[in-house]
C-alpha cells in the first residue's frame, strides 16, 4: 500500500507540471506540420511513407505521424494533441519507476521517478507536439526489453529490444544513438557466452528483431529508393562532411537533468526580467543535482566493476553505463550542430544512477540510528529539490503565457483557440465556412501561419490561404466571409480597411497585447474595382486568367519605388497547371521604349486557385537610375515559373480565343 500511495503522489505531480496551464504553450510550424500529417492520413486513409524533415536534411520516418494520429482522429484541437504528449509522458514516469523498482529496488524507482517528474526540462520535453517528445516511453521500454534479456535471460526480449530501437529511430533520428550500445551489448554477451562455453547462441531472437525491423522500415527505403535516394544520399553525406569536436554535447547532457538555464524559454530579451521576477538561487540546486550525476555515474562504473563477477549485477549496471554514457559519446564528435533535445533518449539513466549511488550510501551507513537519521536529511532535500524544480517549472510557464517573448516560447495554443471561437461564431451566423486567412506565406509545407490554421481549421471550414504580403483575395461567394488577418506589418493589414470592414470588438491579443489577431467583413455584394480600366481591358489569358486593371502608389521617377496593385480574376482553372505555378512579369518601359523596372512574382500560388476569384496582387518596382522622363507604358504577362516548362510564355487571347500576343501593354503612365 505505501508503495501504491508514493507511486500516485509521484504520478499526480508529474501530471499537474506536464498539463497544468497547457493552453500556454507555443504551437509553431513543426507542431502544425506533424499534426497536419497525421491529419491527412487520418482523412485520407493513406498510411504515410515519411515524416517531417528533419534538421540534417534527412526526412524522419513516419512512425511520429502515426502516434499523432491518435488524438487528430479525436480532434483537431491543438490542446488535445498537446495533452496526448504530455500524458504519453505522465506515462513514461510510471514506467521510470517500474523499471528502477524492478532492476535496483524500490526505493530507487522512487527516486528516480520522482526526479523525473520534476526536472523542469523534462517537463518542458513534455509539453510540446514535438517528435522528439514522443521518445521518452519507448526509451524505457527499449530498455525494459534489454536488461530482461542481459539480467533476466529472457532470449525474446531480445527480439522485442531490436524492433523497439527501429521504432524509436522512426520517431525521432536522435534514438540512433542506441545503436551502437545495442550492438555493444549483443558483443559482449555473445563473448561472454563463448568464454563459458554456453548452449548456442540464441540467433532466432536477434534475426526475427532484424526481420520485424526491416519490415517496419520497407515502406520509407521502398519510398526512397523510388525518389532517387534522396535521403540515403542526404545521410550519407552527413556522415562524409568533416567532423568537429561537439564538448556542448556534455553540458546539454547535464542541463537537461535539472532546470539549469530554463530562463531561454522566456528569450534574450525577457530572461532577465524572468529572473528577477522569481526566487534566484541563480540555479544553485540544480547544480548540485547534475554535480551528484556525475560523481554517481564515477561511482556506478566503480560498483559495476567490483561486481564483475556478479553476472546480474554487472550486466544491469553495464547497461545503465552505456545508457549514461553512449548518447553523449556519439555526439561528442559530429559533422552537425548538437542541440539539447537531441539528449532526450538519456532521460531517465542520470536520475536512476543518481538514485542508485544515494541509496547505497545511506545503506552504507553501519549505525541504524546513522541511518534512520540519513534517509531524514536525504528525504529533506529530496523534497527541498522537488519544491524548488516545480517552482521554476510552473514559474517559468506562467511567465511565456504572460509575456511577450521573442526568440523563446511562441504564441500559445489559447490564442489559437480563442480565433478559432471567432471563426465558428462567424460560419454559423453567416451561413458561410469559407474563412480567408492573410498569413506571412501561404504553403503549409514551408510557413508557419499557415501550417498552424491549416491543421486547426483545414477540416471544418473552407479555408482559403493568402500571402498577405502578396495578395487579396476576393472569392464568388453568396453570403459575407470572414476574413482572418494574423498579427504584424503586411501590405494586408494597410490595404484591407478599403476592402472590408473590420470588427475591432473580435480582435484576439497577443501577450501584453504586443498585436492582435483581426477579424473582418467581406460583404457579399462586394467586388473590387481597379482604379485605372486600360483601354483592351480585360485582357484574358490562356491560362483561364484576366488582366482586370492596375493602381500605381508612389512617385514614378528615376530611383524610386512605385507599388503596382495589380486586379486580376480567375475565369477558369488551367486544365494542366504546373506544380509550382506561375508568374507574373511586370516591366516598366519609358518614352524612349528602354525598360526602366521590372518586378516578378506570382501574386497567388495556382494551387489555391479557384474560379471567379478575384484577386489584387502587389508588386514593388524600381525605376532604375536611367530611366527616362515620363510618359511611362507598363507590360505584363505570366510565364510558367519552374522547369521543365519555365519560362514559357502564357499568351494573350484575341476576342476569338487564339493566341495573339505574349504580353498586355498598358500605355501613358504619367
Known sequence: MPAVISLTAVLTLAALLRLWNLEATEFKFDEARVCSLAAQFVDSGVPPVRGMGSSIGVDNPPLAIYLMSLPVLLSRDPLVATAYVA??????V??????????????VGGISAVLLAASPWAVFYSRKVWAQDLLLPWVILFFAFLLAWVVEDRHWALSGAILTLAALSQIHLAALAFAPLLVCVILVRSIARLRRREAPWPWKPLLVGLGASALLYTPYLVFDALHGWNNARALLAVTQAPAQWRWEAMRFALLNVGGREIHALAGAERFGEFLDGIINLAYWPDRIEEGLVVVSAGY?????????????????????????SVPVLSYLRSSSPVYPHYLIPLYPAPYLALAIAAVDAIGAIALPRGRRLARALGALLLVALIGWQSYLSLSIHDFVDRHETPGGMGTPIRVYRQVLQRIAKYAQEWDNRQVIVLCPGDDPRIDECPAVYDFIAGRAYDLRLVDGNASLLFPQREGDTLIVLAPGESIAAV????????????RVPLREGVGSVRFYRLAAEYVPQPPVEPAGAPAH????????????SGPLR?????????????????????????????HLFDA??????????????VGLWRAGDSVVSWFDITLSAEAGPPPYHLRIGMYVHTPPDQFVTIPVLDLAGQPAAQAVEWLTLQ
Do not use: M
Request: net charge positive; glycine share 12%; proline share 7%.
Open 541 to 552: 489569358l490562356a491560362n483561364g486568367v484576366s488582366l482586370l486593371g492596375y493602381e500605381l
Open 495 to 506: 490595404e484591407l480597411p478599403r476592402h472590408a470592414q473590420e470588427l475591432p470588438e473580435e
Open 300 to 324: 556506478l562504473l566503480l560498483r559495476w566493476w567490483q561486481r564483475r563477477r556478479d553476472r546480474c549485477r554487472f550486466g544491469r549496471d553495464g547497461v545503465l553505463l552505456l545508457w549514461l
Open 87 to 92: 500524458l504519453l509522458n505522465v506515462a513514461a
Open 558 to 586: 528615376p530611383d524610386e519605388t512605385v507599388r503596382l496593385a495589380l486586379y486580376w480574376r480567375i475565369d477558369a482553372l488551367p486544365a494542366d497547371p504546373p506544380a509550382q505555378g506561375y508568374s507574373f512579369a511586370n
Open 592 to 605: 524612349d521604349g528602354q525598360r526602366c523596372g521590372q518586378k516578378d512574382g506570382p501574386g497567388h500560388r
Open 94 to 107: 510510471g514506467g521510470c519507476y517500474w523499471l528502477g523498482r524492478r532492476y535496483w529496488g524500490p526505493q
